[in-house]
């Protein structure tokens, strides 16, 4: 089956380890990347069909297969008819909806994360699964999408003297999942400016925008959530695995992206406490911006009331009123209204009522 389907509940009815595409669907043309090494020699092409890597199967190099796009379900296919990999973990990589996650199988390790990406202009996170294949000799990353991510690496793998020409595959996959935890440190960074920026215009001039900004943050760190803390546990399952694939020295590597994703989470939990704060600041602003224009309000509806009993007491219509005959009644009560005004105002400016 080869059509892309948009929820995971769409596939209800089909049997475990129905190979069918689950995501958005990209508008690129699906690229399989190879690049073979050792500590000698460098090689990267694109390859057109899975086909094309089976020699690299005799070989005593290191090759990593990056596939962009996953619509290909046939491309999918191959790689576990070829390299023997279950049905379920194929079903998995086709369906980017999952939860990051780590298995370890008896010939190989599979790997879920989640690459995250920020618009340059607004605080719009955009989010892709990566998927991992780690075997003795072939390390397999599957992408949504073709981007720049994983430029790092290759630049890295021009070094002849660098750990990733002298090291295996598990290495290679420490550096893949460490470039795509290190992007979440530029987010962070970007996320603790924006949060700055809010609480500026929080002590400011809280509006209407900036409550549609936090509820925006807020929302974001819902999906950052379900994205980052996993890692957690990914790490953890990756330094208890007594998998012969990977090394007590590539171990402690690993170690250091749990540490990095442990820091993520930490930031990530405090930003959710600050937006939790800022939220309560926002009303309580705009409480108090309400209970001072109520009180510039209720402070001239008590001068008027005075006033308003006056004007009620002479406008009504009894013919044996002796005000109404004075030659002075009116400035007379002009005087009134405007003393009782001038009383009224200094003593709610003594007060600080004004």
């Keep these: 089956m080869s059509e892309s389907l948009s929820y995971s509940s769409e596939k209800s009815g089909l049997p475990s380890g129905s190979l069918v595409h689950v995501g958005e669907v990209h508008m690129v043309e699906n690229r399989i990347t190879v690049v073979d090494y050792n500590k000698s ?21 290191v090759t990593w297969v990056n596939i962009e796009g996953l619509t290909d379900v046939s491309a999918i296919e191959a790689i576990g008819r070829h390299f023997g990999i279950h049905a379920l973990v194929l079903e998995d990589i086709l369906n980017t909806h999952q939860r990051p996650k780590f298995e370890d199988y008896e010939d190989y390790l599979y790997i879920v994360l989640k690459a995250l990406s920020l618009s340059d202009d607004v605080f719009d996170v955009a989010y892709e699964q990566v998927s991992l294949l780690v075997l003795d000799k072939f390390v397999f990353s599957f992408k949504e999408k073709p981007d720049a991510i994983f430029d790092p690496i290759l630049a890295q793998l021009n070094n002849e003297k660098g750990r990733l020409r002298n090291f295996g595959t598990d290495y ?10 290190d992007e979440y440190f530029t987010l962070q960074d970007k996320l ?4 700055e920026t809010v609480e500026d215009e929080l002590l400011s001039s ?37 998998s012969d694939l990977l090394h007590d020295r590539t171990k402690r590597y690993f170690g ?8 993520v989470i930490e930031a990530m939990e405090s930003c959710r406490d600050l937006i939790a704060g800022m939220m309560d600041i926002y009303l309580s602003s705009v409480s108090n911006k309400m209970n001072e224009t109520m009180k510039v309000l209720t402070v001239f509806a008590t001068i008027f009331i005075p006033l308003t009993f006056i004007a009620g007491v002479y406008g009504m219509n009894f013919e044996y009123m002796p ?18 005004s001038v009383f009224l105002l200094g003593y709610f400016k003594k007060k600080n009522w004004l």
Aim: net charge neutral.
């Design 323 to 340: 005000e109404l005959k004075w030659k002075w009644a009116y400035p007379a009560l002009w005087g009134v209204f405007i003393a009782i």
């Design 192 to 195: 603790d400016e924006l949060i």
């Design 256 to 263: 250091d992206v749990y540490d990095h994703a442990i820091r």
């Design 172 to 181: 290679l996959a420490y550096v893949i999942m460490d470039t795509v935890v």
């Design 41 to 61: 020699m460098l090689e990267k092409r694109i390859v057109k069909s899975i086909d094309d890597i089976l020699p690299y199967k005799d070989t005593d190099t």
């Design 206 to 242: 809280p509006s209407a925008k900036t409550l549609a900004t936090i509820q925006i943050i807020k929302r974001e760190l819902i999906f950052l959530r379900r994205s980052v803390s996993p890692l957690r546990e990914l790490l953890a399952g990756i330094q208890r695995s007594e």
